[in-house]
């Protein structure tokens, strides 16, 4: 018996060797690196067997920049291309996804929180020259569930990137972050007494559970170990995780990411940048307004028991500035990186 399932193993895997050497031999020496960088044993795909092993990859200093950061003009979508978006939770994503939904139906093909590996084959097509072909846009949102971090994206993303500059195909990857303070109140109230889900640990309204119950550096964290990471059940994750990660973690944001807005400017600056890149309107963003999931009443309209930002003693507010020091510096950081002004295209 245990050689005819022996058997039937090596079966199976001359069978799965065969199918990716026939996909291989269609692309080219570009593309072949897209499919070894994601199928590396060093890429951990599947969150179901994670590692007790959570540090990321060492970014090295010297990798060129592959980002449009400094080109100082805004690449155009109106033939299509490629836009990637990295949904931080309670970052302004929501807004995000719905300006692509409900104002570019027709010319925008949105994936909304996918599981990476899933849309892989997808973007391939894109970047292949498909967008221009059918004139319209892939917006690939990376979010929440069982997905890559972006030490295990980053490499997939840069090769796509180097394909689609080579086809002709424009490719924008962008974020927003968010003021720790505020983000830190918003992310309790939703995951941890509203609707976040089984995956957090519950809270009451009260000081006590919102210092107990809070991660710290949650941004980074989404970055660096992935979404995830911010589950009760995947302490594992979180292993090893510390301040200096933060610090280290921001020269690949810049190698990746092509514009990092602030949720505090997001109507001011990123939905008119958006709109801009996709039909040189920049008024359509603007003029959007801002879309919020979680109401604060409930059916009756009585307020549901929530932390209060300005009810906050000074106390627990330093402690939770303490313990988001990483996220205040890729905060600051981008701030000071990502100024609306260096698109001097752009006329807001």
Same mark, same amino acid.
């Given at each position: ?13 001359v069978?799965?060797i ?9 692309w ?6 897209v499919l ?9 795909? !599947?969150? !179901? ?17 592959h ?17 990637i978006?990295?949904?931080v ?8 996804r719905?300006?692509f ?19 892989l ?7 292949q020259g498909e ?7 892939l ?6 569930g ?16 180097? @394909?689609?500059?080579m086809?002709g195909v424009p490719?924008?990857?962008f ?6 303070l ?5 992310y309790y ?6 609707p976040g889900g089984p995956?957090?640990?519950?809270g009451n309204?009260?000081?006590e !559970?919102?210092?107990r119950?809070?991660?710290p ?5 989404f970055?660096s170990?992935g979404?995830?990471a ?5 302490a594992v994750?979180r292993r ?8 280290t973690?921001?020269p ?5 990411? !092509? ?5 505090e400017n997001?109507?001011?600056e ?6 801009y890149?996709l039909?040189r ?16 009443t409930?059916?009756s ?5 929530r ?19 990483g996220?205040?510096f890729l905060?600051?950081?981008?701030k000071?990186?990502y100024? @609306?002004?260096?698109?001097?295209d752009?006329?807001?």
């Amino acid at each position: 018996m245990a050689r005819i399932e022996a058997r039937i193993l090596s079966i199976v895997l001359v069978t799965v060797i065969l199918s990716i050497g026939a996909l291989i031999s269609e692309w080219n020496p570009l593309e072949k690196l897209v499919l070894a960088t994601a199928s590396s044993g060093s890429c951990s795909c !599947d969150r !179901d067997n994670a590692s007790s092993s959570s540090s990321p990859n060492t970014f090295n200093n010297n990798t060129t920049f592959h980002s449009l950061v400094g080109s100082r003009e805004c690449p155009s979508f109106r033939q299509g291309g490629v836009i990637i978006f990295w949904h931080v939770p309670k970052a302004g994503g929501t807004t995000i996804r719905r300006l692509f939904q409900r104002r570019f139906k027709k010319s925008v093909v949105v994936k909304e929180r996918v599981k990476f590996t899933n849309v892989l084959p997808l973007l391939k097509q894109y970047v292949q020259g498909e967008s221009t072909q059918t004139q319209t846009t892939l917006f690939v949102e990376i979010h929440d569930g069982p997905n890559l971090n972006m030490w295990e994206i980053a490499p997939i993303l840069s090769n796509l990137r180097a @394909i689609s500059k080579m086809n002709g195909v424009p490719f924008f990857s962008f974020t927003l972050l968010r003021n720790p303070l505020p983000y830190m109140v918003s992310y309790y109230n939703y995951e941890h007494m509203g609707p976040g889900g089984p995956r957090f640990e519950r809270g009451n309204a009260t000081e006590e !559970d919102f210092s107990r119950i809070s991660l710290p550096n949650p941004q980074c964290l989404f970055f660096s170990r992935g979404e995830w990471a911010s589950g009760k059940d995947w302490a594992v994750l979180r292993r090893n995780f510390t301040l200096q990660e933060c610090h280290t973690l921001y020269p690949l944001l810049q190698q990746q990411l !092509d514009w990092i807005g602030t949720v505090e400017n997001m109507q001011t600056e990123t939905l008119p940048l958006l709109t801009y890149l996709l039909n040189r309107r920049p008024n359509i963003g603007k003029q959007f307004k801002s879309q919020n999931v979680y109401k604060n009443t409930n059916a009756s309209g009585i307020p549901k028991p929530r932390i209060e930002l300005d009810k906050l003693s000074n106390g627990t507010i330093l402690f939770i500035q303490n313990i988001t020091q990483g996220d205040l510096f890729l905060y600051e950081r981008a701030k000071q990186d990502y100024p @609306i002004e260096m698109w001097t295209d752009l006329k807001l």
